[in-house]
Every structure is written in structure tokens, then in C-alpha cells.
């Protein structure tokens, strides 16, 4: 079948190109992007209380607006990653500024439980994905191979840095009310984000007449033996070129999909949607649950640059350490009762921030690891949405579950136990045998971080 490629304006590829490289600068527009455009989603957390006490709504029908985002996310990821590939980002991505930035400012004339299913799950979740996580990380993945761990670490810290932000959007809401608060982070988006990437993002390398992390051709290949490499062409003659079609043959897909809905899906949607409430539960007041918040979104982002390690050490390594650390995060909700001992509020906010913090980046750079190519992005497009089917459930069964029992005991239990079938996941992911996508494809082994050789079967 001939499929449509878009070529870039290509330029001779350099061996050596003076001054700083031009990944990194996309990689600042792309960090700054994503701190804003996450901080529409994840300072949800801050505002949920609010319109819960305006409206008088339960806690699960309000959180629905949260889980609305999360699947109308996955759903857009693969069409928003097939249309990067396609038209570029410079065009892709200003589009979706607008998108979001007008849904979450039309908030602020929200007057029915609809009307913020609209506004904030439907276009907000729209916008949110054409320029999110999923084209921002093909676009990366292409500038960088070598140094992938750190590239994906830094872009992961721009979700990170949007998890801080709520103690900005809590003085918003104390200082305007929560209808400015949204006029004013949806304008914002829109006037910083349109010019930014309409002007500096490229998706190829190529197209600035360079090569992925400033090297030869010849050194292209990645080098580092953590890196999985687990296909072959046809005939075994060079790199197969994924597809979606290929991709979901695979074993491996589909073991890094529930990863995505297990530790993205359910725990981490969970950590972010509802950890305000966890904390003003126990009598913190709407500030210092905010602090907390804080804390946890710095160290979110101290995770995501810890998690270049996997570059050196493997992928599975920092991955399982940053799954424990959540683990003993969790264990120490099940012990604050109340507000006399703080330090324990802010250990679950330093624990479960560097492990969510690590893991998250470690998973995506593990997907780029096995299915890097032209469709890279449709690809990983489908990966996000394994985690929007599990935080469409999340935040809504948290919230469901407050309103039934009164108690976010069942909550913790799931956190648990996410955390812990993720561990299970990248051990299987790591060890067994990987098949191919093609019955010539089982022609030479391979090896990874482990030491192990993995062979390729059909």
C-alpha cells in the first residue's frame, strides 16, 4: 500500500554544526509549552473544591469533568500524532493553543455540570492533545537518540512544572474568583504558545540542515546497550518501519499499554485529581493542601530529570524504582488522620513525586525505544490512549467511591495495586521474548540493557 510521506525541505546533513545545537531549543519551546498547557489539566486538583462548595454538586459527578479530559485525550492522541507527521508542528500545534486556551476560558460562563463537560473535558481535552505530550514527544524523539533518557526527561518536567502551578492558580482563585482565574490561564496559553511554536518548532532535524543530537550519520544508530532493539526489516536488511498496524501485532505494545493505564491511567490521574481533597479531608486548609501540591510537583519535576539515568543504568531500573517510592508514598495515606503531623503530608508529596515523577518518562522513552520511526507518533498516540482509558475510570471512581463511603480507603487500594502490577509489567516487558512483526523478521538476535539476548520471533 503507498502511503503518503511528507518530505521535508531538506538541507546537507553536516557532520559538525557550530554553536548550540537546535534540538535544544526545541526542547525549551516544548517545555514551555507543556507547563502551560498541563497546567489547564492538572490544577484541576485546586479548582475541583471550589466548584464542588459553589455548585453543592457530589464529588463524582464533578470529577467526571476531569475523566471527560482524560478520554477525549487518548481518544484525539493517535489523530493528533498522525496529523504532526503529516502537516508539521508548526501548524498542528498553534491550533490546539487556541482550542484549549478558548475552552478553559468559556469556563469561567459555566453554569451546568454539561456546560464544564464541554468546555474543559471536550475542548480542553481536544486542544490539550493536538499539542501535548504525544506530538511533542515525536517531534523530540526525532531531534534526540543518543541522549533520549534526558530529552524525554526534560520534556516530562514540563508536566512536572505544571503540577507547581497550583499554588498560582490557588492565589488566582483567592484573589478573582475561580470564573477570572480560567479567563486568565486560558489567555495566557493562547498569547504564549501560538507564537512560540507557530515560529520555532520543527519536527526533523533535518529540516534545520542537521542530524538527531548533532552527530555524524555514520553514529546515527543509538549506541547504548540499554537501549531494546528488537527489529529488523525485511529479509533482516536494516530497521523495520513501524506502523500502527505492526506496532499492535506486537506483545511488547500492548504490555507498555496497560503500563500506561495502570501507572498514567489509574495512579497518577488518581495522585493529581483528587490529592487536594486527600489533604483538606484531614483539615488542611485550601492553601497549605495547595503547598502540598506543590511539593509534589516539584519534585515531579526533580523526578523527571532523574530519569536521563535509564540512559546509563536501563530503563526498567529507574522505572521499577520510581513504582516502589509511589508505593511507600501511598502506604502513608493510610496513616494521616489528621493535620498534627505535617512532615507526613509533605514525605507522600517528595515520595510520590519523584517516583510518578521518574517513571513517567522512563515508559515513553521505552515506546521510542522500540517503535522510533516516521509513525512514531500515531504510535505512541495509541500507547496514550491505554492511559486515558484508565484515567477516564479514575478520578470518577475516586470521587463515586468519597460519595458512597465517605472515605478514600478503596482509593488507596487502588493506587497500590496499580503501582504493583506496574512493577509486574515491566519485568515481563524486560525478560520474555519479544515477537516481531514479520515472519522474516526472526533472522538475528539482539540485545538489551539486561544482558540477555532477545530473540525475534513471528
Known amino acids: 500500500m503507498i502511503q503518503h510521506i511528507r518530505e521535508p525541505s531538506l538541507k546537507k546533513p553536516m557532520e559538525k554544526k557550530d554553536g548550540i545545537f537546535y534540538g535544544w531549543v526545541i526542547l525549551v519551546v516544548a517545555f514551555i509549552t507543556l507547563v502551560l498547557g498541563y497546567t489547564i489539566r492538572n490544577t484541576f486538583s485546586v479548582f475541583y473544591p471550589t466548584i464542588v462548595e459553589e455548585f453543592g454538586w457530589g464529588r463524582g459527578n464533578t470529577a467526571l469533568m476531569f475523566s471527560i479530559t482524560i478520554i477525549v485525550y487518548g481518544m484525539v492522541a493517535p489523530l493528533a500524532g498522525g496529523l504532526v507527521d503529516r502537516f508539521g508542528p508548526r501548524r498542528i500545534l498553534p491550533v490546539g493553543a487556541v482550542i484549549v486556551g478558548c475552552g478553559v476560558a468559556l469556563c469561567s460562563q459555566a453554569t451546568r455540570q454539561w456546560h464544564f463537560y464541554l468546555f474543559y473535558g471536550v475542548m480542553g481535552a481536544t486542544g490539550l492533545s493536538l499539542m501535548g505530550w504525544t506530538p511533542m514527544s515525536a517531534i523530540v524523539s526525532n531531534w534526540f537518540t543518543k541522549r533520549r533518557g534526558l530529552a524525554f526527561g526534560v520534556l516530562a518536567a514540563g508536566f512536572g512544572g505544571s503540577l507547581v502551578m497550583a499554588s498560582v492558580a490557588q492565589f488566582l482563585i483567592s484573589t478573582f474568583g475561580w470564573q477570572i482565574a480560567y479567563v486568565i490561564m486560558g489567555l495566557s496559553l493562547i498569547v504564549i504558545v501560538v507564537p512560540l511554536c507557530g515560529l520555532l518548532m520543527y519536527s526533523d532535524p533535518r529540516e534545520k540542515g542537521l542530524l538527531p543530537d548533532g552527530i555524524p550519520t555514520s553514529l546515527q544508530k543509538p549506541e547504548n546497550a540499554n537501549l531494546p532493539h528488537i527489529s529488523t526489516g ?29 501507572f498514567l491511567g489509574l495512579a497518577e490521574t488518581i495522585a493529581i485529581a483528587h490529592q487536594v481533597f486527600f489533604f483538606r479531608d484531614v483539615g488542611y486548609a485550601p492553601m497549605p493542601a495547595a503547598y502540598i501540591y506543590s511539593v509534589f510537583g516539584v519534585t515531579f519535576v526533580i523526578g523527571n530529570l532523574c530519569s536521563f539515568i535509564s540512559d546509563r543504568y536501563g530503563r526498567e531500573k529507574v522505572f521499577v524504582s520510581g513504582c516502589v517510592l509511589s508505593a511507600m508514598a501511598v502506604c502513608l495515606l493510610f496513616l494521616i488522620k489528621d493535620t498534627s503531623q505535617p512532615w507526613m503530608a509533605f514525605l507522600f508529596a517528595v515520595l510520590i513525586g519523584l517516583g510518578m515523577g521518574a ?20 504510535i505512541l498516540g495509541m500507547v496514550v490512549f491505554g492511559f486515558s482509558l484508565g484515567g477516564a475510570v479514575a478520578p470518577w471512581f475516586a470521587g463515586f467511591m468519597h460519595d458512597k463511603t465517605g472515605s478514600y480507603f478503596s482509593t488507596y487500594l487502588v493506587l497500590l495495586g496499580s503501582l504493583l502490577f506496574s512493577i509486574l509489567l515491566m519485568w515481563l516487558i524486560s525478560v520474555r521474548k519479544i515477537a516481531s512483526v514479520s515472519r522474516h523478521e526472526a533472522n538475528s538476535p539482539h540485545r538489551t540493557g539486561h544482558g540477555k539476548k532477545l530473540k525475534i520471533e513471528s
Open 234 to 262: 525485511p529479509e533482516g536488511n536494516g530497521p523495520a518501519q513501524w506502523t500502527i498496524q505492526r506496532a499492535i501485532r506486537t506483545f511488547h505494545f500492548w504490555l507498555l499499554f496497560l503500563m500506561a493505564f495502570c
Open 359 to 378: 517513571g513517567g518518562p522512563v515508559l515513553f522513552a521505552l515506546v521510542a525505544d522500540f517503535f522510533e520511526g516516521r509513525y512514531f507518533g500515531s
